[in-house]
């Protein structure tokens, strides 16, 4: 009786939320479901464009990517040097849905459906590192370091229960939506999303244990360039942007292989789509599992440290399997498990990173990293894939290079993760001490 009493303690502690984070939490569960439901209701028509366009031309959409990334940061930093919290967030959302209105509005003109799938694919691109980029900021910016720990997995699971929804969406109505009717019904869930970020930041006083937290609305400051001097000058920002690098060479090189399976077994848009869309399903159906059963735990368990090498592991595994057995089951499977792993544990251990750092860094250097140095990661690997594809390095070659830079990401993620952990160490000893920068 004993036993079963301290079992159902420790289950109660696992999963109890304070009772003042529980309407901030609530909201951003809603921001998250609605962003990413609405981000993966266009994601298959996405991937369908990309493989129409080609998986070998994959290097020069990640390219016009990173193009547009580079533009759009200054921008961005103009807006969080220049705009209080509570207009700046609103804003990145609010241009994004205008967006949809002018691709609905393009979409009734045929001549242009052409033009408009690297045009599309590319914008999609853009927009989910964005989004959720500034989403994770705002959490970081909310919640402290220890929150973290114990809510980012709870927060997490909104964003896996939405990719949920927008996948089984567009599985189920997407031959009878349409392009104009997946457009409209993303567009609500996008303006979901904007309003319960509206709502969080009238909770998030209340919620934070920042000892700051009065000043969250106060301008940033800065200038609008801040985020490439950051990331140069910042100890942290460079191993985390080393970090995402790495771990972008890993990914990537599964996405191109995937989508070179996907070619070669589907010929129809709307089967290549339906594939994608099944994928999705899966990968959050193993993330929201993951978030919900075993994050909080892990995160209190073994801290952010390991948790940051759980999906480069995972990796590593992957692309030793597929050496030996590189089927296309093989690689569906891997590319379940590696995003659901990366969404369940490794964003929101990586987003944790920032929740000891200050204000100025958690936009606009996260920002930055979760950006342009993403996409930079994704064009490298397009391009050196090519690289050793014209030198005849394919196949067990080119799964031996992804191996390596996974195990260095294992190692890079580790040791930001271990600095992450210090910082946490010293401001719990020094509560007067500002957030180490």
């Known amino acids: 009786m004993s036993a079963q009493l301290a079992e159902s303690r420790g289950l109660a502690a696992l999963f109890a939320i304070d009772r003042r984070e529980r309407a901030a939490l609530l909201l951003a569960f809603l921001y998250f479901f609605g962003l990413l439901t609405s981000y993966y209701m266009l994601r298959s028509v996405r991937e369908a464009m990309g493989v129409r366009f080609g ?42 849905l205008l967006c949809i209105v002018g ?46 720990k114990k809510v980012f997995g709870f927060i997490a699971a909104g964003g896996s229960a939405g990719g949920l929804c927008g996948a089984f969406l567009t599985m189920t109505f997407a031959s009878r939506l349409g392009i104009d009717g997946i457009l409209a019904v993303s567009f609500g869930f996008l303006a979901m999303a904007l309003l319960c970020s509206i709502a969080l930041g009238r909770q998030a006083a209340q919620a934070s244990g920042r000892r700051d937290a009065a000043e969250m609305e106060a301008l940033i400051g800065g200038t609008s360039f801040a985020a490439f001097r950051l ?34 077994l589907f010929s129809d848009d709307a089967e290549r789509a339906a594939y994608f869309a099944r994928i999705d399903l899966l990968t959050n159906l193993l993330a929201l599992t993951l978030e919900i059963f075993l994050a909080r735990w892990l995160f209190l368990r073994f801290g952010t440290a390991r948790l940051l090498t759980v999906m480069p592991l995972m990796l590593v595994l992957g692309f030793g399997v597929l050496a030996i057995l590189p089927t296309a089951f093989m690689i569906a499977l891997f590319q379940v498990l590696s995003r659901g792993v990366r969404f369940a544990f490794g964003e929101p251990a990586f987003a944790s990173c920032y929740t000891t750092l200050d204000r100025e860094i958690r936009y606009k250097g996260k920002g ?68 180490a920068a």
Do not use: C, N
């Not at 910042?234 to 070619?263: D, T």
């Open 55 to 96: 998986p070998e031309h994959y290097s020069w959409l990640y390219t016009g990517t990173f193009v547009v990334m580079l533009l759009a940061q200054p921008v961005y930093g103009a807006l969080v040097s220049r705009w209080p919290r509570r207009l700046f967030i609103p804003a990145v959302y609010a241009f994004f």
């Open 103 to 148: 691709f609905h509005l393009a979409w009734q003109v045929d001549a242009w459906r052409d033009a408009m799938a690297p045009t599309f694919y590319i914008w999609l691109s853009v927009m989910v590192l964005f989004t959720v980029s500034v989403f994770w900021s705002y959490m970081t910016d909310i919640f402290d370091e220890s929150q973290a």
């Open 231 to 264: 990331v140069v000058q910042k100890v942290p920002l460079r191993w985390l942007s080393l970090l995402m690098i790495l771990l972008g060479v890993g990914g990537g090189i599964l996405y191109l292989q995937q989508g070179l399976m996907v070619r070669e």
């Open 368 to 435: 930055f990293i979760d950006t342009f140095v993403y996409r930079l990661s994704d064009v490298f690997t397009q391009w050196t894939a090519r690289g050793l594809g014209l030198l005849g390095v394919t196949g067990i070659g080119l799964y031996a290079f992804g191996a390596v830079m996974a195990a260095l990401a294992a190692w890079v993620g580790y040791r930001a993760g271990r600095q992450h952990e210090e910082r946490g160490r010293a401001v719990a000893l020094s509560p007067a001490a500002p957030a």
